[in-house]
């Protein structure tokens, strides 16, 4: 099951209220690469119709079906060092799809 940790929820929170969307949600959506698929963040106001909305301490994330089969065992987490900070997805990355030939790494 796709979760969200607190740390992540309240980076996204503090950043939609900087921005003048309290309220709104975040939406994870995938683009598929040629041997596996890449996943996007970007601030979303409402679900779609068919989206499956996963909720944490008041943080909604919007996830099109396609794309929230692709996150299961996953976490939104925010990492943040000395040197970088960003949103990551944390777990057992989804594994080479067809005709990847199993040459790439995940």
């Given amino acids: ?5 607190s740390k992540a929820a309240e980076k996204a929170k503090m950043i939609l209220k900087q921005e003048g969307k309290e309220g709104w949600g ?14 996007g963040l ?3 106001e409402n679900a779609q119709e068919g989206d499956e ?3 944490k301490d008041g943080l909604k994330v919007f ?16 990492y943040e060092d ?3 900070e960003g949103f990551i997805l944390k777990g057992p990355m989804p594994s080479c799809g067809p005709g990847c030939g199993g040459s790439c790494g995940v």
């Fill in 42 to 44: 970007d601030i979303d």
């Fill in 26 to 39: 975040l939406r994870i959506f995938s683009a598929e690469g040629y041997c596996s698929p890449s996943f």
């Fill in 53 to 55: 909305v996963v909720e």
């Fill in 63 to 78: 996830i099109d079906k396609q794309t929230f089969d692709l996150l299961n065992e996953l976490e939104l987490d925010y």
């Fill in 82 to 84: 000395e040197e970088q």
């Fill in 1 to 5: 099951m796709f979760s969200i940790s």
